[in-house]
């Protein structure tokens, strides 16, 4: 199976995050590494506009063959288009057509190959369009509000109040682990009537894009490699 990893070089939370060294490893080589340890993906795709990435990516293991095209860099730029550019590319150049495949962020150091194994898994499993990781909310999805200009709520759940552990539990996407049927991917979706969420424990489901969240990684790294 076919693994994209898209690694945009602007980030303004936190400049080169994609390559910033993580317990003296640059961030995208955790991904990497995880996806060529897993028994189900056989090519890994960097898609990043960034030649420093792309050096960096190639000398872990990845293939990156070409530079993203500028209308797929800016701030506006839509992930699926990413997708179906590099789906579009790969199968143009191959006798061999991408009917499925899996994206994962370089964001997401802590998610493992046995991760995307099961996820994997569960895509075969379950004939499914797409796969998704997901995680439990802390708290209930009513407890969120909306606020106007000046801090009023608005849009408030007409919901009578209960106890957290009465509600039911809701869930997040986390951005570790994305698995797609390349032919929803062509109809612009996600989702479809045959999407399953695969969850993620919330201690691997950090997605990196701040300082904040980059030094919390490394504590959680460094307590992993004690333990």
Request: aromatic content about 10%; hydrophobic content about 35%.
């Amino acid at each position: 199976m076919l693994a994209i990893i898209p690694a945009r070089g602007g980030s303004k939370g936190l400049p080169e995050k994609n390559i910033k060294p993580l317990l003296g490893k640059p961030l995208i080589a955790y991904t990497i590494e995880a996806a060529k340890k897993s028994k189900y993906i056989t090519k890994i795709f960097v898609s990043t506009d960034c030649e420093k990435i792309a050096e960096t990516a190639i000398k872990h293991g990845a293939e990156c063959p070409h530079l993203r095209p500028e209308h797929l860099a800016s701030d506006t730029a839509l992930s699926i288009d990413t997708y179906k550019y590099v789906i579009n590319k790969l199968n143009t150049e191959s006798e061999k057509k991408v009917d499925e495949f899996v994206v994962l962020q370089p964001t997401s150091p802590l998610r493992n190959s046995t991760d995307i194994d099961n996820a994997v898994s569960m895509f075969f499993e379950k004939q499914a369009d797409s796969v998704i990781s997901y995680t439990p909310e802390s708290h209930p999805i009513s407890w969120h509000k909306h606020l106007d200009e000046e801090n009023r709520f608005v849009d408030i759940f007409q919901e009578e109040l209960k106890n957290r552990q009465d509600y039911k539990v809701s869930y997040y996407p986390n951005g570790a682990i994305y698995i797609f049927k390349s032919s929803i991917i062509e109809q612009n979706k996600y989702y479809t009537e045959n999407s399953f969420a695969y969850i993620l424990d919330k201690n691997k489901s950090i997605d990196i894009d701040t300082i904040d969240d980059f030094e919390y990684a490394e504590f959680l790294l460094k307590r992993m490699k004690s333990n």
